[in-house]
């Protein structure tokens, strides 16, 4: 997929995940929550677009794009912004718990019965926030 007037190509794993992070501490989001969504949705690859016309990194469709603002789904900033600020919604409208917004976030399956979905071991089942500004953000 080629994504034309976009500046994705710029973006290497370490720039996402600090993109990510800072995204994520400016909206009050777990960032691993944040980074394990990224990996899940697309690996990582800021021009992922699924069969069903989800795109980059946090995998938004069409609709939801246009319902957060998002203007280019390929731009890694316009991307993580939209889909935290979205995972965000959902995570409030489910008092907090992120099975239940996870698997209202469209494409992440949830295989068990207590509605954990699969992410990878390890990554944290809570909604915290750090504390931390995001210097640099600018940059992106």
């Known amino acids: 997929v080629q994504a ?18 800072c995204v994520a501490r400016r909206h009050q989001v777990d960032e691993d929550l944040v980074l394990e969504v990224i990996e899940y949705e ?18 938004l469709m069409p609709a939801t794009a246009a319902y957060l603002g998002v203007t280019d789904p390929f731009d890694p900033l316009q991307n993580v912004d939209g889909g935290v600020r979205y995972l965000k919604e959902l995570l409030e409208r489910h008092d907090g718990k992120v099975g239940p ?6 494409g992440i399956k949830v295989p068990n019965a207590e509605g954990v979905p699969a992410l990878s071991p390890g990554v ?5 926030w750090k504390t931390e500004d995001c210097r640099g953000l600018d940059a992106f």
């Not at 697309?42 to 995998?59: D, T």
């Not at 917004?101 to 469209?106: D, G, H, N, R, S």
């Open 124 to 128: 944290a089942i809570s909604v915290g």
């Open 4 to 21: 034309s007037g976009t500046c994705a190509n710029r973006f290497d794993r370490e720039s996402i995940r600090d993109l990510a992070g």
């Open 101 to 106: 917004a996870l698997a209202a976030y469209p």
């Open 42 to 59: 697309s690996s990582f690859n800021p021009l992922a677009v699924s069969p069903k016309g989800a795109k980059g990194l946090m995998q």
